[in-house]
C-alpha cells in the first residue's frame, strides 16, 4: 500500500510539473480592434475642391512587432475592422494608402502610425487618425489669358529633380511631395523668351495651393492669402504692363474694332506702352490709370468705348490726358479724381463723349487747369448720378448738351462755383433723383435753377 501511494504521487508530481512546464511557455491571445478615421475631413471639407474619395475599408494595414518583425502586412483594413487576436506584447501598427510619388494626378497619400499594447485576456481598442501627406495643387488659368495666350502652360519642377507641365485645359488636382517647387509659366511658342517664374518653398503636407494666372494687373506679384483651413490661395497676376507680355493677338471684331476682354490697369510707362502697341478700341472691363510716373496719356487716342468703370486717380505727374477724345461710350462709371500737386497743363478732352451709363463723378480739379466742364461738352446722357465735389470750378458751362440725368445730382463743396447757366433746365425738370447743392459759392434750389436764376 506504502509503495502504491509513492508511485501515485510520484505520477501527480510529474503530471504537475508538465503542466506549469507547458503553461510557462504559453503566450495568451488579447482582443485588438482599431478604429481608423481620417482627420482631413474637416480642413478640406469647407474648399468644395476634395474630389478624392477612398473609402475606408480600402485603407492598408500593416502591423509589426516591437522587433520589426512582421504580424500582417498590406492587409485590407475591412479584413481586420471586426477585430483579430494578437498575442500579449507591443506593436507598431501603419495605416496607408497610395503610393508617394513626386507629382500625381487624383492619387493622394494617406498615411498614420501608432504604437499599442496587447494585454493577455483583454480586449484593446485603438483609434488611429491618418492625415493627407502630399500638399494639393490646382492651376487655373483666367478666361482672359486663355484667349491671349492659348499655347499657355505652367511646368512645376521639384527639389529632386522631377517636373510635370500643366496645360490650361487641365485643372485636375496634383498631389505633391511636400519640398520646394518651381513654376515656369510658358506663355508663348518659344518658351526661352516669354516665360517668367515663381516659387513656393516649403511646401507643406496637408496644405492646399489653389493658384490663379490672370493678367493685366500691374506687376507680378504673388499674393497668399492662408485661410484657416490652410488653404492657400495664390493669385499670380502676369505682368502685361510691366513689359513681359505682349499678346500676338487680341480678340478683333472686325477690322475695325479691336476688343480687350477684361480690365485694364494702367500705372507706368512700360505698361502704356504695351497697352498702346495693342490699338485696343474698346476694353471689355474697367479702365483705370493710377500713376506717378506718367505724365502723357495722349497715345490712347485709339480707345472708343469702355463697356465698364473708367477711373482716373493721382495723374500726379500727368501734363497731357488728351487720349480719351475719341472714347464714345463709357457702360458704367466715369470717376476723375484729381491731385492738387498735379502737373496737368492740358486736361481732359472728352470731346467724342456722348454717353455714360453710370454715374459721373468729378472731384478735385484745381482751377489753374480748368474752370469749367467744356471738356465733356458732347455728354447728352448719365444713367446714375452727377456728383462735382470738391473742385474750384467757377462755372458749369459744357453741360449744354446734357439732356437726361437719371439719378442725383449733387454740387457740393465746389469753393468757386457760382455759375450754374450751363446745366439745362429740362434736365431738372424730367430729373427724379434728389437735388443737393452747398458749400458752393452759390447754392441755388432746384426751383431757381428751373427758372433761370441760375448765377449769383
Known sequence: MKKLFIKISFFCFILFSCSTTEKIGFKVDGQFQLNLSLIDEVIIGKSSSRTFNLPLEEFLITILTKDSSTVIENTYYSEIANGILLNGGEYIIKAYSGKLNDFSFNTPVYYGEANFEIYPDQFTQLDLSVALINAKIQVNFSDTLQILYPNINVTIRSDSGKSITLRRDNNNILYVIPQHLYFDVNYENNPQENWLTFQIPNVRANDFYKITLSTIKQGADINLVIEEEDIIDMEFNLPLNDGYIIPENPVIIDSIETVFPDDVYISSKIGLDNFVELGITKIDGNLTVNTIEITDLSRLSTLKEVTGNVSLTGLGSVVNLNGFQNLKKIGNNLRISTSYQTKLNSFLYFVALDSVMGDVYLSSIPAEIINNLEFIHNLKYVGGDLKILNNQIVKLSG?????????????????????????????????????????NKYNPTRTSLENLLCRQ
Not at 449733387?410 to 446745366?423: A, I, M
Open 399 to 439: 453741360l449744354e448738351n446734357l439732356e437726361t440725368i437719371v439719378g442725383d445730382i449733387t454740387f457740393e463743396n465746389n469753393r468757386q462755383l457760382s455759375n450754374y447757366c450751363g446745366l439745362n433746365p429740362n434736365v431738372l425738370i424730367n430729373n427724379r433723383g434728389n437735388y443737393i447743392s452747398r458749400n
